[in-house]
């Protein structure tokens, strides 16, 4: 090694790797690195052999190399690890996942939540603004969660706002403040403080956001007026469709929120989208395929406007779900088997509308899905008392836990329909980063980028226990299932917060960021 003084620069030991392109491949004794190397990593989009350099004090990616460098390339004091053939990823950012904290952390928290993430190679999470309390409609309400958040992150977390009736001049502070984006709700939402928009209410927040550097998205889904004549406030105080058949009849949950209800809300949103043409539009979770060709045109016509849809309307089928079984239940529903081949069928299309796929990890405590005894298999699904009530669909909470389930449901899943690791990457690093402006710093791995990596072994299996919900209540469809894809380890910025077959979770702690730097 040679010692360059004035600079206190360390030079890599001869013989040292050419470094291609001019990049700066020295290690200064106040910066040391951390290097990830395999045969087999996602770059660019595309799987490649990667020698990939972190340095550890910023946990930013230094260098990248399309080879697998040796531990003797770099300097003593390097951590070098060779994961060869398990697959670097980059870490995934789920751009919609309700962790509740403060106010509902008995559903789930930022702990929980996060290391739930962690354990299943996500790095990034953006919260959603309701089910908390306060809900994050207002500078004051973020400010009570980023409070709450302080400490208990183990992956980065990013936060979106809240539109709701009345809070239109609260937009452009909370898009000051650091928030990601916005969602609001086209019918109930589930929750008291949380209240449905009209078509007033999305007009005025996509004035007040028409030129900030945002997402305005849409729980798309609303009760399609029984007469021209009924009165915007009128219709969203309309009751959901009545249930005709057994509540705990799937298919009776289902009939209730047909299609339907997702394409109306779409034309609904399109006709304003005038409003603020350069506005990103998002649809959140889509599960009608009616709902495809809709987006499609608006997107021919210049409309700004994307669409995700989750692992659940991909993975699983209205009609394998049992009678009961509320572990299922969500809003949109999960429709069936020719609905999910159609989203298979649109997210596989380069110039699809659904650009991404998410969690929607929407927990509750297991009492509120009021699961019957024959189904519930984990031991906090049990509640007593509610044996009147248990397997109603239309009284159980609405929402499926699956944060870090993700990756092994789409790999699993999209064996059968000849995915790549690459598309995973699309839809769940890449685009979802995009989705929430993060682009320039997560999703991918590049220099500049933050050293978020997953080892993933592609070929691996493991099945859903209590020891794969990390997520505080251990009540989800996925519970016993096999899956195919292993995460390995999770780096977070350069530092492994999850070592599987290691030392589990980090000793560093739960060192995630809030991600609250304003949108450019
Ligand atoms: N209050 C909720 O968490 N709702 C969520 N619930 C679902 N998806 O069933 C959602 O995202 O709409
Ligand atoms: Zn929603
Ligand atoms: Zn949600």
């Keep these: 090694m040679t010692l360059n003084p004035s600079t206190n620069r360390h030079h890599y030991p001869s013989p040292a790797p050419s470094p291609p392109n001019g990049i700066d491949f020295t290690m200064t004794a106040a910066n040391p690195i951390t290097v990830l190397a395999s045969s087999r990593a996602i770059l660019d989009g595309k799987l490649t052999a990667a020698t990939i350099v972190i340095s550890r004090a910023t946990g930013k990616i230094t260098s990248i190399f399309h080879s697998v460098l040796h531990a003797s390339d770099f300097p003593p004091g390097t951590t070098y690890i060779n994961h060869s053939p398990h697959i670097l990823l980059p870490g995934l950012v789920d751009a919609h996942v309700h962790?509740?904290?403060?106010g509902r952390t008995e559903w789930e928290g930022f702990w929980t939540g996060t290391r739930a993430a962690a354990f299943g190679g996500v790095t990034t999470v953006i919260d959603m603004p309701l089910n908390a309390i306060p809900p994050t409609t207002s500078v004051s309400a973020l400010r009570e969660k980023v409070q709450a958040a302080q400490g208990k992150c183990w992956v980065d977390v990013g936060f979106y706002g809240g539109i709701v009736p009345g809070n239109p001049t609260e937009l452009r502070p909370l898009v000051e403040a650091g928030v990601r984006g916005f969602k609001g709700f086209l019918i109930d939402s589930g929750v008291p403080e949380f209240p449905a928009v009209s078509s007033t209410d999305i007009a005025l927040a996509m004035a007040a956001l028409a030129d900030e550097p945002t997402t305005l998205m849409f729980h798309a889904e609303t009760i399609p007026p029984i007469a021209d004549s009924v009165g915007d406030d009128v219709q969203r105080s309309l009751p959901p469709l009545a249930p005709i058949g057994?509540?705990?009849?799937?298919?009776?949950?289902?009939?209730?929120?047909?299609?339907?209800?997702?394409?109306?809300?779409?034309?609904?949103?399109?006709?304003?989208?005038?409003?603020?043409p350069k506005l990103p539009l998002h649809i959140v979770h889509l599960s009608a395929i009616e709902a495809i060709p809709l987006l499609r045109e608006a997107i021919a016509n210049g409309i700004n406007i994307t669409a995700e849809t989750c692992f659940h309307y991909l993975s699983l089928a209205a009609e394998s779900i049992r009678n009961g079984d509320t572990r299922h239940k969500c809003c949109p529903p999960i429709r069936s088997q020719s609905n999910q081949d159609g989203l298979w069928e649109e997210l596989m299309q380069d110039d699809g509308c659904i650009t991404t796929?998410?969690?929607?990890?929407?927990?509750?405590?297991?009492n509120l899905k009021l699961l019957p005894s024959h189904i519930a298999n984990a031991k906090n699904d049990v509640v007593a008392g509610q044996e009147e009530s248990k397997g109603d669909f239309f009284s159980a909470w609405g929402g499926v836990s699956s944060v870090g389930l993700g990756l092994s449901i789409l790999w699993t899943e999209g064996q059968s329909r000849g995915i790549s690791i690459e598309d995973v990457v699309k839809w769940c690093c890449k685009k979802t980063a995009k989705q929430v402006g993060l682009e320039n710093e997560k999703g991918d791995l590049a220099v500049g980028f933050d050293g978020d990596v997953v080892?993933?072994?592609?070929?691996g299996f493991f099945e859903v226990g209590e020891d794969a919900m990390l997520f505080r209540n251990k009540c989800s469809p996925y519970q016993g299932m096999r899956l195919q894809g292993v995460v390995k380890e999770t780096w977070v910025r350069g530092q492994r917060v999850w070592d599987r077959e290691g030392s589990g979770f980090g000793k560093g702690g739960p060192n995630g960021k809030l991600l609250l730097e304003r949108r450019r």
């Design 99 to 102: 962790l509740n904290e403060p």
């Design 357 to 366: 796929v998410v969690s929607d990890h929407s927990p509750c405590t297991p």
């Design 455 to 459: 080892v993933f072994d592609d070929e």
């Design 246 to 276: 057994p509540l705990d009849e799937y298919a009776t949950f289902l009939a209730s929120r047909p299609s339907a209800f997702e394409t109306y809300a779409i034309a609904q949103i399109l006709s304003l989208a005038h409003i603020a």
